[in-house]
């Protein structure tokens, strides 16, 4: 994944989906970060496609943030402050989201 290569929301939804990782104490940034950092763009797509397909945008963030604290905390000695990495999972959506905007 090339991130030079993303779209400037898809850029910045990458970012937040990182903070939003240091912020529940997690080493790897999941799909479910990338989302809840997709719906919480006011001015993105994701809101305005969930709104078409009436789903309840709140709703999915408490159920994506409820996951995420179900998840495992890493902290202490052993845990690098502020590093975060993209997980197999996402770094494979990714992919095949650059792939399918490469057929289109």
């Avoid at 779209?7 to 989906?17: F, G």
């Amino acid at each position: 994944m090339d991130p030079e290569r993303l779209t400037q929301k898809t850029q910045e939804a990458l970012h937040d989906a990182q903070t939003r990782a240091l912020r529940f104490g997690h080493t790897e940034v999941a799909p479910e970060h990338m989302l809840l950092a997709l719906v919480a763009q006011p001015d993105g797509l994701v809101p305005r496609l969930l709104l078409r397909a009436d789903v309840d945008a709140g709703r999915l963030t408490q159920q994506l943030e409820a996951e995420l604290r179900r998840r495992p905390r890493v902290s202490g000695p052993g845990a690098a402050p502020g590093q975060v990495y993209v997980s197999r999972r996402l770094s494979e959506l990714l992919d095949v989201a650059e792939q399918e905007a490469q057929r289109l």
